[in-house]
């Protein structure tokens, strides 16, 4: 009877982690505007007071952030642009490291998770069962170029708001990230 009992706790564990599975393993976040070592500092300092960032790289010579993510954290892209902005500096690339299990994707597919929607951009047709480094696409995670590029590639009006519109023909929560891999 024990072995039995253990066998359900030890089955109840596993369930419960693998529901609570981070997606957002990390992300590496250029920034714009960055030209000495303070201006470091005060990004760093800003994401790092992020609840879900477990630490903070830094390569100063790229203005770029090595951002890890604590394990079984909601992870807000919103939360990082604000912070960055924040400390007075724009993202001019975000790129995250996503762990997919099993995901089919293509052109214009919208891949809910955490109460969010991920819409990707200019994807061929895969199933995605492994990290994966996805890039944001939206106004504010990406260079003003490189968001008018892919407004050119969906016929989707949701790209230029960031938020559902018409065009989205799934019931979704109001913010909708775009992302390319």
Partial sequence: MKTKKSIIVLFAIMLYNTSGFANFISAKIKVTGIT???CSNSVNKALSSLKFVDKVEVDLEHAV???TFKSNSKVTIDEIKSKVEGA?????ELVADFQFQNVSVSN???YQFEGNTYH???VKDQKLNKTIPVRFVDKGLTSLKEHKKYVGLTTYLC???GKMESCCKISAPPRIYHITI
Avoid: L
Wanted: proline share 0%.
């Fill in 36 to 38: 000495c070592s303070m």
């Fill in 65 to 67: 952030f090595i951002v």
């Fill in 88 to 92: 007075g500096f724009s993202i001019g």
């Fill in 108 to 110: 214009d597919y919208h």
């Fill in 120 to 122: 990707f951009v200019n």
């Fill in 159 to 161: 790209i230029k708001s």
